[in-house]
């Protein structure tokens, strides 16, 4: 019964501020590594893009796809060739603004 009135010992405070230390450098650690990754799938993303561009540019420029000479029908396939770098840019936006979100919202 006495020990209910007994005053509790004082915390060693030099332990708890190591461990807070300690699991505060686990989480810096682990935040680097989601940036880490982030930036290696907006970089595998942009490659692809690239890539597939380039090689529609190839097939369209050879004649592969579509042919040479005027009208609608080669306008239309064309078109991907000065549309694909502004909607890589505009998915790149995209992708940065939504994961700011993400960041914001942790």
Same mark, same amino acid.
């Given at each position: 019964?006495?020990? $209910?009135?007994?005053? %509790?010992?004082?915390?060693?405070?030099?332990? +708890?501020?190591?461990?807070?230390?300690?699991?505060?450098? %686990?989480?810096?650690?682990?935040?680097?590594?989601?940036?880490? /990754?982030?930036? /290696? *799938?907006?970089?595998?993303?942009?490659? $692809? #893009?690239?890539? !597939? &561009?380039?090689?529609?540019? !190839?097939? $369209? &420029?050879?004649?592969?796809?579509?042919?040479?000479? /005027?009208?609608? %029908?080669? *306008?239309? &396939?064309?078109? =991907?060739?000065?549309?694909? =770098?502004? +909607?890589? %840019?505009?998915?790149?936006?995209?992708?940065? #603004?939504?994961?700011?979100?993400?960041?914001?919202?942790?």
């Amino acid at each position: 019964m006495l020990s $209910w009135f007994k005053k %509790k010992s004082d915390e060693d405070y030099e332990q +708890v501020l190591a461990s807070l230390a300690l699991s505060i450098q %686990k989480q810096q650690t682990q935040l680097s590594e989601i940036r880490l /990754r982030e930036r /290696r *799938a907006t970089l595998l993303v942009t490659i $692809w #893009a690239f890539s !597939a &561009w380039a090689g529609y540019v !190839a097939l $369209w &420029w050879t004649g592969v796809l579509g042919q040479k000479g /005027r009208g609608v %029908k080669n *306008a239309v &396939w064309g078109l =991907p060739v000065v549309i694909g =770098p502004i +909607v890589e %840019k505009l998915e790149r936006s995209l992708s940065e #603004a939504t994961k700011q979100d993400r960041r914001d919202q942790e």
